[in-house]
């Protein structure tokens, strides 16, 4: 019941600070969460909880279930690349079969139309990729340009302008670049331009750390060249983005609302310098306003919306839910939208109901595998720095989820997940300067940590962060500044053993 309360005080907050950074008027209610089919907690249910979600306060030995990521769901860690493509450890055997038809449109190549194979064709007309494994490799992070042929490449770069009809002293609003619109494809089906090429230059910065040891981080600019429709507007704001890794989505998404916002303190009452809060953005599903979980800024709040927006944006597809046929083009790309397009036939759209909702249960299955050395003593001073220096702050180690009627592998499991879903002001070296729904430009969803440890295994890499311009995990810890800058800072001066044990720790989860 404390939590529940601390929940309500933190909707009213957060409403509050919406409502005065000049947003469209939100629902106080940010507790709805029609999506789910979610069977109410018992207060014994709740207290239990509660206990098995405080903060350590042992750090010689694992906690109970720590080991199990995303709880009954969790997967053996398999030592290849396919270790984020299995499918929740709790799903039945009819269930896996209905995983594999949504792993094959996951991975499906969509063509242009017309084409011969009607089930596939609707690709663009402009697109950054055809499928939407060419941009979550293996179910895994994206490739920055730096790694792998221009095929592979799986880096973006949305793009917006001022609205100053409603911007406020505290809020930018935005609206899509005139020509452009809301993001930059690189690539054009027969006949149609490709909007840009991406060009980035780094710059070299050397950071001195505790016992004499150094880093250097690499601060990228970011140019869109060989613009294919003209000069962008002079005020675009661009955001580069590489696609994340997909495991545990489902999870993430049965997280009540209530616990996230319980987490909220966007005024930083209790003055421990992290303010984190919810982005409240619109459903297209429910027609209403809901807590933003999905994207590198939560701008969207159910993992169909946000499969369906990539849809959209990243391939062309119309849906039921982004119906356009082409995409994200403009009204000043007229040849763009005169192009053939695949909607029209017996699906209506080019990815029909039956299609999303057979993605949506292959993303929500995605299973987190187990971590590993979670009982090594490197490992557990590591996960003692984390705590010590204040990360867990905004990397929230777990959480329960909903029980659920009719998603048993998500239905209430303890999962280890490391993040609070909340926006936080990461500071000006990490800012985009590109507000989106109530996230502004300095600002980022926390991103989970689960499966970090193995992106060099998955995805070829080790790069990180919302642009891939951290190299390592110590680079990325160090680009944290805002309400990090104070932790950031603390790994600076930590013992070198100490901040070799924290990176232990994150290569363990």
């Not at 169909?304 to 597809?317: E, K, L, P, R, T």
């Not at 777990?398 to 909340?422: G, K």
Request: net charge negative; aromatic share 8%.
């Amino acid at each position: 019941m404390q939590r529940l309360a601390l929940a309500t005080l933190s909707i009213f907050f957060a409403v509050s600070a919406f409502a005065s950074e000049g947003l469209p008027p939100v629902d106080a209610d940010l507790l709805s969460e029609p999506h789910l089919d979610i069977i109410p907690r018992t207060d014994e249910e709740a207290a239990r909880i509660a206990a098995v979600t405080a903060a350590p306060t042992d750090f010689t030995k694992p906690q109970s279930f720590e080991a199990n990521s995303a709880g009954a769901a969790t997967v053996r860690a398999m030592g290849n690349t396919n270790a984020f493509s299995s499918v929740s450890a709790n799903a039945s055997f009819e269930d896996e079969l209905t995983f594999k038809v949504g792993n094959g449109l996951f991975k499906k190549l969509w063509v242009s139309s017309p084409a011969s194979t009607m089930a596939s064709d609707g690709l663009g007309p402009l697109y950054n990729a055809r499928s939407c494994q060419r941009c979550h490799i293996k179910d895994g992070r994206g490739h920055p340009p730096e790694i792998g042929d221009e095929n592979a490449i799986s880096m973006f770069l949305r793009v917006s302008i001022p609205d100053l009809a409603r911007q406020t002293e505290d809020y930018l609003a935005t609206l899509p670049e005139p020509t452009y619109g809301t993001q930059l494809q690189d690539f054009g089906t027969a006949g149609q331009r490709a909007e840009y090429v991406l060009e980035i230059d780094y710059e070299e910065i050397e950071v001195p750390l505790s016992g004499g040891e150094t880093a250097y981080l690499r601060k990228p600019t970011y140019r869109a060249a060989d613009l294919g429709y003209g000069d962008l507007h002079p005020d675009a704001m661009l955001s580069p983005r590489v696609a994340p890794q997909m495991i545990g989505l489902g999870l993430l998404e049965a997280i009540p609302a209530a616990d996230i916002l319980a987490l909220a303190d966007a005024h930083d009452a209790d003055g421990d310098g992290i303010s984190g809060r919810p982005n409240v953005v619109w459903s297209r599903e429910y027609d209403q306003w809901m807590l933003g979980r999905f994207g590198l800024k939560a701008m969207n709040p159910t993992l169909n919306q946000q499969n369906a927006d990539a849809f959209s944006g990243d391939i062309g597809v119309s849906s039921p839910l982004f119906p356009d046929p082409w995409g994200s083009c403009t009204a000043a790309q007229a040849d763009c939208r005169a192009a053939p397009h695949g909607d029209g036939d017996d699906r209506v759209f080019e990815i029909d109901n039956a299609g999303l909702e057979l993605v949506l249960f292959y993303s929500r299955n995605l299973a987190v595998p187990a971590r590993r050395d979670v009982d090594a003593p490197q490992v557990l001073r590591g996960k003692q720095v984390f705590h010590q220096v204040g990360c867990a702050s905004c990397h929230q180690p777990n959480f329960v989820t909903h029980r659920l009627a009719e998603q048993p592998e998500q239905s209430f499991q303890l999962i280890w997940p490391y993040t609070d879903m909340l926006l936080h002001d990461m500071g000006e070296g990490l800012a985009d300067n590109r507000p989106e729904a109530g996230a502004n430009g300095r600002e980022w969803r926390t991103p989970p940590l689960w499966g970090i440890g193995m992106t060099e295994q998955v995805s070829g890499h080790t790069y990180f962060l919302h642009d891939g311009r951290a190299r390592n995990l110590l680079e990325a810890v160090l680009w944290h500044g805002g309400e990090a800058a104070a932790q950031r800072d603390a790994v600076t001066v930590l013992p070198p053993q100490d901040r070799a044990a924290l990176i232990s720790f994150l290569e363990s989860l």
